[in-house]
């Protein structure tokens, strides 16, 4: 059971974050800027949990020349989670881009549990399994998605001409989300720490945006805009609870399987998504939650089950 609860609550704050993190990126006007400042705070409050629980931040020798190269890849694997993420909206819209990562990342989870990629332990999918993931994966189109087709409103742009290929980015990006999860949870198995782990890929993470700011905009002048009277104070609190989010992730995918921490996580997120919506929390737009999404949850939660039980 406590494997489920930290993955719903690090999915809730996962929700929260993006609340937060959009509220910033308002201020800011550059997504890769607010990014970057989400980053920065995160691996700063990673690196002051390490040094309370007085880890070490240092990695041995035998670490860097034995292991294998990908077990660095967990922060640039998130960076292009997040950077692809930003230039689907335009092409396939709100929903389709919420969609296509949560298609990838419940594929790619249940692949490399049933063969143990990335040194995972093997969970073989089963029958039973293979309908929970299906239930799940339901649940989650019928909340995000539905609401949205029953008003009749369109899931993507005039400048959408060939949305195929942007909906296959969207779901190999969902892909390469749930090998971040892998690999950060492998990083702390080596390590033997998920905190040290979750640092090193927010650290990988902040330097990766740095080098992209420089390139897309040449300086940092836009961060001064969230700084003055007027801006909340919790806006600055999103790296913090993406370090969380990464944290949790790191800590339950060597455990019970990179697949049912993603569709764990995917419940929470989706929890909480509608909290923020149905209350306007974090200075969301209220959007009152319909009874479809509801159902949509139900089926969600009956999935989780399924997967879980067998």
Not at 8 to 23: E, F, H, M, Y
Not at 115 to 129: D, E, I, K, S
Request: charged share 5%; hydrophobic share 55%; glycine share 12%.
């Amino acid at each position: 059971m406590l494997p489920i609860t930290i993955g719903i609550v690090i999915g809730i704050i996962l929700s929260l974050q993006t609340a937060v993190n959009s509220r910033l990126r308002g201020f800011i006007g550059s997504p890769y800027q607010a990014s970057f400042v989400s980053f920065t705070i995160g691996t700063l409050f990673l690196a002051l949990v390490m040094v309370i629980e007085q880890e070490s931040f240092g990695i041995a020798g035998s670490t860097l020349t034995q292991q294998p190269w990908w077990i660095w890849l967990g922060g640039l694997l998130g960076v292009i989670f997040l950077t692809t993420n930003i230039l689907l909206f335009p092409h396939i819209g709100g929903v389709q881009t919420a969609i296509m990562p949560i298609l990838g990342q419940v594929t790619m989870g249940a692949i490399i549990d049933n063969f143990g990629w990335f040194h995972a332990t093997p969970q073989p999918l089963n029958l039973v399994r293979i309908l929970g993931l299906l239930l799940a994966l339901t649940g989650i189109i019928i909340t995000v998605a539905l609401p949205d087709l029953l008003n009749h409103q369109s899931t993507t742009t005039t400048r959408a001409s060939k949305p195929w290929p942007w909906r296959l980015l969207g779901i190999v990006t969902g892909a390469l989300g749930a090998t971040q999860t892998t690999i950060n949870g492998r990083l702390g198995r080596v390590l033997d720490s998920p905190l040290h782990a979750a640092f090193i890929s927010f650290l990988i993470g902040t330097i990766c945006l740095f080098f992209i700011v420089l390139v897309v905009h040449r300086s940092f002048t836009a961060i001064k805009r969230a700084v003055g009277r007027g801006k909340p104070w919790w806006i600055w609190l999103g790296g913090a609870m993406g370090g969380l989010f990464v944290l949790g992730n790191a800590y339950l995918a060597p455990i019970i399987g990179t697949g049912q921490t993603v569709v764990f996580a995917l419940l929470g997120q989706i929890t909480g998504g509608l909290l923020v919506d149905q209350f306007g929390l974090l200075g969301a737009k209220r959007k009152p939650v319909v009874a479809v999404q509801l159902l949509g949850l139900l089926v969600l939660i009956g999935g989780v089950v399924l997967i879980r039980l067998f």
